[in-house]
């Protein structure tokens, strides 16, 4: 088992820049692969961002690429995604989570609300 807690949300205004956080326990966090998910309102959830087990590799969503940016510190358990110019298309609820294999994540958060006003 995998326990992923998401923080760093909030309300900022357009342009401005947000960090949030997923911190995991339980089994080895560098064995896993993790990702950036987020569902706004009446929307279904969709891909933001992955982060290869070691780090090397990144994958953006096209509509965040070159404002947001994906890192994370193993020896620390944790993963960060760093939102630069945010815009009121961003608000969601954004969550993290954690894949051991390419078919799919398996553990998931709780999520972190995101609110950019105009």
């Known amino acids: 088992q995998v326990q992923l807690v998401e923080s760093g949300g909030g309300l900022v205004q357009d342009g401005d820049s947000l960090r949030l956080s997923c911190t995991a326990s339980g089994r080895a966090f560098s064995n896993y692969a993790m990702g950036w998910f987020r569902q706004a309102p009446g929307q279904e959830r969709e891909f933001v961002a992955r982060?290869?087990?070691?780090?090397?590799?990144?994958y953006y969503e096209t509509s965040v690429k070159g404002r947001f940016t994906v890192s994370r510190d193993n020896a620390k358990n944790t993963m960060y995604l760093q939102m630069n110019g945010l815009k009121p298309a961003d608000t969601a609820i954004y969550y993290c989570?954690?894949?051991?294999?390419?078919?799919?994540?398996?553990?998931w958060g709780q999520g972190t609300q995101v609110t950019v006003s105009s």
């Open positions: 989570a954690a894949s051991s294999s390419p078919s799919g994540y398996e553990y």
């Open positions: 982060i290869s087990k070691t780090g090397s590799h990144t």
